[in-house]
């Protein structure tokens, strides 16, 4: 895991829309709550260019932060955010607090490992899909993962990596797994080049089509 993020926040007693609307053109800090561990929810508000330092780390979407509240430091991890949909800007964040003793939810990101070099790709001229970049998992605050890994190495053309193929750390459970077998849902797969099992196709019609022509002239 990657060094703690830590965040200094301010308790934030101006609510309401147009409160938000002035701390984000005013003030340049973003709006923010933290809620969770059988505590009352608390209003935030976080200096603006701090949290999107922060978002410039893959590890602190998956990693257990540190929130600096006027001194008092909290446990959480990044539960929301909202972005202008506009101008992807952050205008709100969502964080829960954590108990280390109790096990969370928590999407990690998937690192998909050797794609230019994949088999299906680089012998058999097919492409990768991804169907998923994240996974949910249930774990420990201290057994969360930065990042899971997948090896596209060997993976050849109609193959499909499933959610029960990738390797999960000790603790570490797959959400979708422990509903059962029908929720082994696909994170990638290669498929061959788009228009080649088409072309294949009107080949064969056209070569049905003739042999019927010579046929009936016949």
């Given at each position: 895991?990657?060094?703690?993020?830590?965040?200094?926040?301010?308790?934030?007693?101006?609510?309401?829309?147009?409160?938000?609307?002035?701390?984000?053109?005013?003030?340049?800090?973003v709006p923010a709550i933290?809620?969770?561990?059988?505590?009352?929810p608390q209003p935030l508000?976080?200096?603006?260019?701090?949290?999107?330092?922060?978002?410039?780390?893959?590890?602190?979407?998956?990693?257990?932060?540190?929130?600096?509240?006027?001194?008092?430091?909290?446990?959480?991890?990044?539960?929301?955010?909202?972005?202008?949909?506009?101008?992807?800007?952050?205008?709100?964040?969502?964080?829960?607090?954590?108990?280390?003793?109790?096990?969370?939810?928590?999407?990690?990101?998937?690192?998909?490992?050797?794609?230019?070099?994949?088999?299906?790709?680089?012998?058999?001229?097919?492409?990768?899909?991804?169907?998923?970049?994240?996974?949910?998992?249930?774990?420990?605050?201290?057994?969360?993962?930065?990042y899971l890994e997948v090896?596209?190495?060997?993976?050849?053309?109609?193959?499909?990596?499933?959610?029960?193929?990738?390797?999960?750390?000790?603790?570490?459970?797959?959400?979708?797994?422990?509903?059962?077998?029908?929720?082994?849902?696909?994170?990638?797969?290669?498929?061959?080049?788009?228009?080649?099992?088409?072309?294949?196709?009107?080949?064969?019609?056209?070569?049905?089509?003739?042999?019927?022509?010579?046929?009936?002239?016949?």
């Amino acid at each position: 895991m990657s060094d703690q993020f830590e965040l200094y926040a301010e308790v934030r007693e101006d609510l309401g829309k147009g409160a938000s609307r002035r701390l984000r053109r005013l003030a340049d800090q973003v709006p923010a709550i933290i809620y969770g561990a059988d505590k009352d929810p608390q209003p935030l508000s976080i200096i603006r260019k701090d949290l999107e330092k922060a978002l410039e780390h893959e590890a602190f979407f998956s990693h257990v932060l540190v929130i600096n509240i006027g001194g008092k430091k909290q446990k959480a991890i990044l539960k929301d955010l909202q972005r202008h949909p506009a101008r992807n800007s952050v205008t709100h964040a969502d964080f829960l607090r954590v108990n280390e003793k109790v096990a969370i939810k928590v999407n990690v990101p998937v690192h998909f490992l050797n794609e230019t070099t994949c088999h299906g790709v680089k012998v058999q001229g097919g492409m990768i899909q991804h169907q998923a970049t994240d996974i949910e998992v249930l774990c420990l605050p201290s057994d969360i993962p930065e990042y899971l890994e997948v090896d596209m190495a060997g993976v050849e053309i109609g193959d499909i990596i499933h959610l029960s193929d990738i390797a999960l750390p000790e603790g570490v459970v797959s959400v979708a797994l422990s509903l059962g077998e029908d929720h082994d849902l696909a994170v990638a797969s290669v498929v061959a080049p788009r228009g080649g099992s088409d072309d294949e196709s009107e080949d064969d019609s056209s070569s049905s089509s003739d042999e019927s022509s010579d046929s009936s002239e016949d």
